[in-house]
């Protein structure tokens, strides 16, 4: 950059800054958003920390319920049950993401699959689906519009005035002009979002692990920001009036950031339609039908399972079997029944994989969709870490209730069964579940490079804006 260009162009965003310090209105918006955001950083702590505290102790509680079981038979504690909790991440303050609408809770018990309840949204009223006051949500909603107001008229009022043309006739250049202007709302959108993006880092200092994803949040709410801005700033030189740039930019942002961003996911769910829970239990049991029915001594499947058992162990009655053939049946029962659990798990996730698929391609014309993918990833509340839960709650319930089968077999004797009772010491002994770790490096790549890029993208598309906007200047002059 030419020592000329880039001193004219600070003289330019240091008379842009001057003249919106000197607007009431801009310096009460400004400092209006600035307490919103200090309020949204403290009621999201607040509530982040609540919310931990009350499935920590709810755990504590399960655990504990769970170890005061008596002496008794094993297939009574399948069935007794335990609770697990999602614990929420430290970053989780900043966007709760999809967590207030997905159950927090798993209750895990033998031969079935249950699924996540008491969520947020089931406990609360339908203003909940309109957002919650978050860091997030004041940065990706409230802060454009505000970069709209203050920007409207960075260009188009000075046309109005005869200033732009009185400005370039004295050898201010188009390209000096624009930069300076683009470059002062640019740095007014860093500043309205430094108290967030403050917050968010020194949360991450006291984690070194969280250091790289808060970093890669800040940079994308920058980005996005730093898009709002030169929108605003390309638009206001576009339009005759400043008006009309206002209308434009306020029609944008409700198409951009209020709009799309709630009826794209309806769409994507009639594109890729999902069967209800009821459903999905009733294609399970029928499935399981098909395979047969452990407490049927007749069933195909099963009366090979007991011929197969009895020649493994060289016996020919179950009687003489060194183990419980009861246990071993309902250890074969619940691993039929967890790979048919899983594999219908997995159907329902690769439809949402395919509703989430279509939002990814709406994110290249809605950049908002992009980073919000992005920032509920980071902050591990998006479907993905729900998914995460559901699937290691699954396993952690197949391991237990299997560990269980096994003291059914190996410690209660076939005869007899149902009196018999074993040591409480057993199942007290077993693991407690431990909620699996984001995987970042996966997060980075399929969720924070696409959602960079599409900003670049349209970054990008601004500059040769901005250019285009520069020479045309210099030629109407």
């Known amino acids: 950059m030419r020592p000329a260009f880039a001193a004219t162009a600070w003289r330019v965003a240091l008379e842009e800054w001057r003249a919106l310090r000197r607007s009431r209105v801009a310096v009460a918006a ?44 094993p297939h009574r504690v399948v069935h007794y049950g ?30 079935r699959q249950n699924s996540a309840n008491f969520s947020d949204a089931g406990q609360s009223s339908l203003l909940l689906r309109f957002g919650q006051l ?21 260009l188009a009022r000075e046309r109005e005035r005869g200033q732009l043309r009185l400005m370039l006739a004295h050898g201010v250049g188009g390209g000096a002009l624009v930069t300076g202007k683009l470059a002062a709302h640019g740095a007014l959108a860093l ?14 200092a006291a984690d070194p692990l969280l250091v790289a994803p808060a970093g890669w949040l800040a940079l994308g709410y920058a980005a996005y920001l730093l898009l709002w801005s030169a929108a605003a700033v390309l638009l206001s030189a576009l339009a005759r009036r400043a008006r009309d740039a206002l209308l434009l930019l306020v029609g944008a942002w409700a198409l951009m950031a209020v ?13 890729v339609p999902r ?86 391609t709406a994110a290249l014309a809605v950049p908002l969709l992009a980073l919000r993918g992005m920032s509920a990833a980071l902050a591990d509340t998006d479907r993905a870490a729900h998914e995460r839960f559901l699937l290691a709650g699954e396993d952690y319930r197949y391991r237990l209730i299997q560990a ?9 004797k076939y005869h007899d069964d149902r009196a018999q009772r074993i040591s409480a010491d ?52």
């Open 30 to 73: 400004a400092g209006l958003l600035l307490v919103l955001t200090l309020a949204a950083i403290m009621v999201s702590l607040e509530r982040a920390h609540s919310v931990e505290a009350q499935r920590a102790r709810l755990q504590q509680q399960a655990d504990e319920q769970w170890n005061s079981q008596p002496d008794r038979h």
């Open 82 to 111: 335990h609770y697990v909790f999602r614990p929420l991440t430290a970053l989780a303050f900043f966007d709760f993401g999809v967590a207030p609408f997905t159950g927090s809770t798993l209750y895990l018990e033998g031969h």
């Open 134 to 154: 978050t860091p997030a949500f004041v940065l990706q909603v409230l802060a454009p519009l505000l970069l709209v107001f203050l920007a409207f008229g960075a």
């Open 191 to 204: 500043m309205l979002a430094a108290p967030a993006l403050a917050a968010l880092l020194l949360i991450a």
């Open 259 to 271: 709009l799309l961003p709630r009826m794209l996911p309806d769409l994507a769910s009639s594109m």
């Open 275 to 360: 069967p209800t829970r009821i459903e999905m239990e009733a294609a399970v049991h029928a499935e399981l039908a098909r395979i047969g029915d452990s407490h049927n001594p007749d069933d195909p499947y099963f009366r090979s399972f007991r011929d197969s058992v009895l020649k493994r162990y060289g016996v020919s009655k179950v009687e003489d079997l060194p183990v419980n053939y009861k246990g071993l049946v309902i250890e074969e029962g619940e691993r039929l029944t967890s790979e048919l659990f899983l594999s219908s798990m997995q159907r329902d996730f690769a439809r949402q994989a395919a509703q989430g698929s279509v939002l990814d």
């Open 404 to 412: 269980l089968n096994r003291l059914h077999a190996e410690k209660v």
């Open 426 to 477: 057993y199942w007290r002994a077993l693991p407690r579940y431990r909620h699996p770790p984001s995987p970042l490096e996966r997060t980075v790549a399929q969720r924070v490079w696409p959602a960079l890029a599409v900003l670049a993208g349209w970054l990008g598309a601004a500059a040769l804006l901005a250019a285009w906007i520069a020479r045309r200047l210099e030629r109407n002059i």
